[in-house]
């Protein structure tokens, strides 16, 4: 586990399988998600003040990327927190893996420096169907289980 201190973020770690069932694993920094094609989610939560903007990977098109056979997702927070999201859900919802937050990387501290995110303005039953807790921060694994 990190410190909350440390200079460098954590990597995420995806993990599921091919569409061959050949297991893929791969481990991807900041900067990394950061090359991808960013999106960007403005909204109101309960975690923040107000709205803001965060900023990042779309969940769907990082994991077909990596050609993740679809599945159960399964979020896991750097604290061990965990979490799952139905396929369906993110095809039908679109989350953001988000990196940043109106414009500024977040550290850990902050959420980050990966926070999965939901346009709940824009989906608000998302609240009454439990969503929140599948906004996990601080994610260092996703594993997609077929």
């Known amino acids: 586990m990190f410190p909350v201190f440390a200079l460098t973020s954590p990597p995420l770690t995806l ?3 091919s569409a061959e069932n050949a297991p893929i694993e791969v481990r991807l920094t900041r900067d990394e998600i950061a ?3 960013q999106e960007s989610v403005t909204t109101s939560m309960p975690w923040v003040n107000d709205k803001a903007t965060f900023s990042g990977v ?3 098109a990082l994991l077909n990327h990596y050609h993740l056979k679809p599945g159960t997702i399964h979020l896991t927070a750097l604290n061990k927190f965990t979490a799952e999201l139905h396929w369906q859900d993110m095809k039908k919802y679109q989350p953001v893996l988000a990196i940043r937050r109106n414009d500024e990387w977040m550290r850990v501290r902050d ?3 990966f926070w999965l995110i939901f346009a709940l303005d824009t989906h608000p039953d998302l609240i009454d169907k439990g969503f929140l807790e599948k906004m996990v921060w601080q994610i260092n ?3 997609v289980v077929p």
């Open 111 to 113: 959420y980050g420096p």
């Open 15 to 17: 993990k599921g399988l």
């Open 35 to 37: 090359s991808f094609p």
């Open 58 to 60: 779309n969940l769907q």
């Open 141 to 143: 694994e996703i594993n």
